[in-house]
Every structure is written in structure tokens, then in C-alpha cells.
């Protein structure tokens, strides 16, 4: 049966202009990122929080997340898939092309007042992430020569946010009281203070933690969108208050934010035999914790100065190309609608989203974002699984000569699981005698995940999705009992220009 609806399907799309030949290829293969081993340095225990030397609790939040929500450990195969397609073929964003700007909400849950960071010590953090992955940092300068060949600019920016997620003015820090101590290390830090859609913002969290640590950061895929983000000790968040040496420089952060970036510790969690998939960071036998520039333990000197080291604040002071490469490819699939985010003012907000029979492209190698226009209301379209419905789509006239998608982008109005495995399944179909053929492209969403950012979700596919003519992209429904899922519609009676189709069971 055919229907209208505003399904508000935001399909990431790359045009039929192609890339430009001078784009930078970046030396790696799949298996560099894929077998990237996973082994924890440390168990993550509560305890005094004054660190003795610098530890990172992001590889043992993956496995937590792993053991947690098993389908995780395959989205996170997806996106390092997807990080060495990208790298390999040159298919991602480039400074070159433009700075992109990623809008910050910074979460501080204090105890004390001390721990009640001011905005003056957070904005000294946002200044900072955006000298270090810009290599405008005061100690650029002080490079080695061996490796300032290789140092970059990433060409990612940092703002505070000032607009939240409803459109609203906001200045970007949320401050919330809490009596749990070592708040960071339990499950309640994201529901003490909830995060902001991860798909428009860079979520931080700045709070008690124990076991010396000094942060820890989800990697791309492999959180649900409640918890997905960075956490920071407050000790060692900026460069202004109540910092403590040797970590007061505010490279905490940016080593966390580039594990949320997706890029591994520069020795690759493992010996000389293990690497982190970048093709100009040297090998690295171990951790480094102290600033011996002379340091080499595989044969050649380690490279002690990288942020995603584990060196006291003063001796950090690159990113190579590569890394700046790698989390540029994560921008451009994984994390790419923060492209495209209106968080702060001067970021582009709106810019390519327009209606279903005409796509702007203005980065031709970035996510372009396009929805139906027009006037919104909601109903149960898709109901529970009394309902029969089995899948909804929208078609795309495809009159621009589009040739790849890359995610699909869904507003649900309402939903409800029965269980922790409650899913939809979003497709992009080829038409086929007038309708959607075949499944090209399938990705499970988890009812939870669409409840967790309150309806608004990007799924973005493991590669590029070829496709060629008109096309539908929307997703398919397998209830249990108790399920619910609705989407976006016109009301009755008004028109709108694009067509979309649902699927009844018997």
C-alpha cells in the first residue's frame, strides 16, 4: 500500500562528481585496523584519584561495552572497515577542503565545589583541543626533527556548544550535583546527567574518578548512544583552577577526544609486533611515561611527543598526517553527521538538507544530509506487531545522478522495547518494478538506541552503498511482544511531494 509520509529519512549520500585526483591516500590495510588487539593495562577499581603517572581506561570500557552489549564488538569491526576503505582510496574529508568544527556539551557532576569546575577552566579546555589538533599549540615548536616531517594538522576545531538540541540558547555546561563518589567509574555518570545527541555533539563529562584515572573515551561504535562520549577526572580537565602537575595542560582530553576520533594508544595496546594501524607513527615496544626523546625500543626512536602516548602534559605536542587522516575518515563515516551539526553558531547547521527531488552538494567528500520538507506531525504509522507492518520506505527520484549512500538518518516520533534485543533493521533498496527490490544494504538498530536519543538517530553502513536511479532507504520490523516503534507523518490530507511505501504482513 502506498502512503505519504514525512519519514524524515536523512540519507548520507556522496554525488556522481567524484573525488578529486589529488586526493591524499593514507598507507594502511584493513587487517592494520581490524586485529588491532585488545588487552586492558589496568582494572578499572575505585580508589584515590591523584594520578601517579598517566593511565587511559578507554580500551577496558570497550571490552565492559563488549561483554555489555555483545553487537557492539561487530559495529566497531564496521567502522575500522569502513576507517581503512576510506584511508586506502582516499575517500574522506581533507583540511585541506575545510576546517571542520565539532560542537562540545561539557557535563560537570561535582560533590564539592571545588569539583564545580568555572567556565572560565572549561573554555580553557575547548582553546586547547582546538591548538592541538589544529598544531597551533605554543609548544609545536619543540618537535624533534625526526618527526616534524610528519607532524599535522588535523583541521578539526572545537566550539562550546550554544545551542542545545531543542534550538534553544544554551552556554554548553551542565552542572549537576551528586553525592556518588568516583561517579565516573559506575554506570550513573550519563544518568545523572544525560548526553546530548551524540550525532550533533561531542559529549564530555568532567567528574570524580578512581584508580588514578585520568579519563577514559567510547571509541566510534562501540557505545550505545546514552553513555557515548568522553569522561574527564577533574583534576586534569584545562589548564586554569584546581589542575594538577604534571597532567595540567589539558592533553588529557585530547588524547581522549582522538580515542573518540578512533584512533588506538601510538604503540598499539601491544609489543613491537603490534601496531595502531597509522603508517607514520612509529612502533613502540610499550607505553611511554616519561619525556626520553632519545627512547627507542623497536629499532628506531619512539615517538614520545604524540598525544596518544602515555607522556606527562608538557612533553605532548603532535598528531601525524596519518592520525589526522584517520579521524578525518571517521568524520567522514562513522561520527559524519557532526559535520553537518548546528550546536554552535558559526558551525553549518542546515547546509546540503533539503527535500527528496533535489540534493546540493557542497563537500563532495563528505556526507551530504537531505530529508523531506514540509509540515511534520506524528502517529503510529508503524505500530506493534498487532499492526502487520513489516517495513517502511521512501523513495528518492535520484534525478542528481547520486552513486553512493552512506547512512540513513531517522526521526522516530515514539518507541518502546520489549527487551534489551528489540530491533529495527534500516535498508536502502533499489527500485524494482516501481517499488523497493532487494536489500543492497542492511544495519540493525537496537529499539534502545532509538529511545536513548530520544528518536533522532544516524546509522551509518559499514562501505558506501552504490546505488544508480531511484532508490528507497527506510527500514524493516521483527516485534516482540510489547514492541513499538512510530515515525514522523504528514497529517491527513496535506500533500507533500515525496512517496513512500509500507509493507503488511499476509
Known sequence: MRKKLLFTALVLLASSFGYSQNRQSVKTTSSQFVNQRITPATDLQSGNDLATQRTCGSVEQMRANFAAFPELEESYQAHLDDVAARLSSGNFHQPSEGVITIPVVVHILYRTTQQNLSTAQVLSQIDILTADYRRQNANASQTIAAFTSVAGDAGIEFCLANKDPQGNPTGGIIRTQTQIVNIGLTNSYYVESPAWDRNRYLNIWVC??????????????????????????????????????????????????????????????????????????????????????????????????????????????????????????????????????????????????????????????????????????????????????????????????????FGVHLQFAVAAAANASSKVTVHVWPEASGAPGAPIASMDLLIDDIIAASGDVTVMFPAAVTVSGPFYTGFSMTYAAGDTVAVFTTPDSTSFPATAWEEWSG
Open 208 to 405: 570524580e574518578l578512581g584508580s588514578q584515572l585520568l579519563g577514559f573515551a567510547q571509541f566510534p561504535g562501540t557505545a550505545p548512544a546514552s553513555r557515548d562520549g568522553v569522561v574527564i577526572n577533574w583534576r586534569y580537565f584545562g589548564d586554569q583552577g584546581p589542575v594538577i602537575a604534571p597532567y595540567n595542560k589539558g592533553r588529557t582530553a585530547t588524547h581522549e577526544v582522538g580515542h573518540w576520533l578512533g584512533l588506538t594508544h601510538i604503540w598499539g595496546d601491544g609489543n613491537c609486533s603490534q601496531d595502531d594501524g597509522i603508517s607514520d607513527t612509529p612502533l613502540a615496544g610499550a607505553a611511554n611515561y616519561t619525556c626520553n626523546l632519545n627512547k627507542q625500543s623497536c629499532g628506531s626512536t619512539d615517538m614520545v611527543q604524540n598525544y596518544m602516548d602515555y607522556t606527562e602534559d608538557a612533553c605532548m605536542n603532535l598528531f601525524t598526517i596519518g592520525q589526522g587522516a584517520a579521524m578525518n575518515a571517521t568524520l567522514s563515516g562513522t561520527r559524519g553527521t557532526l559535520v553537518f551539526s548546528n550546536g554552535c553558531s558559526n558551525t553549518p547547521g542546515g547546509a546540503g538538507i533539503c527535500d527528496t527531488t533535489e540534493v546540493n552538494f557542497p563537500l563532495q567528500a563528505m556526507p551530504i544530509l537531505f530529508s523531506p520538507t514540509g509540515p511534520g506531525a506524528w502517529g503510529y504509522v508503524s505500530g506493534h506487531n498487532n499492526f502487520g507492518d513489516v517495513s517502511k520506505a521512501e523513495r528518492t527520484a535520484n534525478t542528481q545522478g547520486i552513486t553512493q549512500v
